[in-house]
């Protein structure tokens, strides 16, 4: 058969909403709508971790597009509670463990991160450049072979940190800078663009309005 083309509507990817999502948590006075967001429940694991820890997250606008479920994440900023992360909930959002590492240090309590050896092994060791660099800005956290304890509540200060050139690692540092006291300076922040071109850009628009 001879292949047609079409125009296809790709939904917006939830592992790049999900800095957004934790900005506008943990950002005081934040009501932020992210629109075309792909919802499909494989990936959705940012989504049940954020409302375990109390985030005011709504998902709008339901519909399906290209066979694919997508809505609008409306996000407002909340008073955050601890949770555990851990067992079957963890291969749907590895890679957004960094970024949901920043949403418990502004949690009441302890997080606790298990079962999430993989990230030892990605564009870094995810656990260590999270822990390490966090703990520069000020920080409680306790390293495990595993995961993360990452006690919330301890202000953050800003400071020079490394992204290790991992485009995750930078992203979440940066939106981890947005909740600190003077200036932070993320070592090849470049590496963004790796996954989120625009992140930048997207990063200073979110900032100025």
């Known amino acids: 058969a001879q292949l047609q083309g079409q125009a296809v509507v790709v939904p917006g990817d939830i592992s790049s909403a999900a800095f957004w999502l934790v900005a506008a948590a943990i950002v005081p006075g934040s009501d932020l709508c992210i629109e075309n967001v792909g919802v499909n429940p494989t990936s959705t694991g940012i989504l049940e971790a954020l409302e375990m ?3 005011d997250i709504q998902l709008e606008n339901r519909r399906e597009v ?11 900023h909340s008073e955050l509670q601890a949770c555990e992360i851990k067992g079957s909930l963890i ?17 009441k309590g302890t997080t606790a991160i298990r079962d999430a050896a993989e990230l030892r092994v990605k564009e870094s060791d995810r656990l ?7 703990t520069r800005l000020g920080a409680k956290i306790t390293e495990l072979p595993d995961g993360l304890d990452i006690m919330g509540g301890t202000p953050l200060v800003g400071t020079d940190v490394e992204s290790y050139g991992d485009h995750r690692v930078a ?5 981890a800078a ?9 070592s090849e922040a470049e590496a963004a663009a790796i996954s989120y071109p625009e992140f930048t850009a997207t990063l200073q628009l979110t900032i100025n309005n």
């Open 128 to 134: 260590m450049a999270m822990a390490s660099q966090l």
């Open 53 to 55: 820890m109390g985030a």
């Open 178 to 186: 947005l909740n600190a006291t003077g200036t932070t300076t993320i």
């Open 171 to 175: 992203m979440s540092l940066a939106i």
């Open 91 to 107: 291969p749907r959002l590895i890679d957004e463990i960094p970024i949901l590492a920043v949403a418990a240090i502004f949690a």
């Open 66 to 76: 290209a066979g694919e479920p997508v809505a609008d994440l409306r996000v407002r």
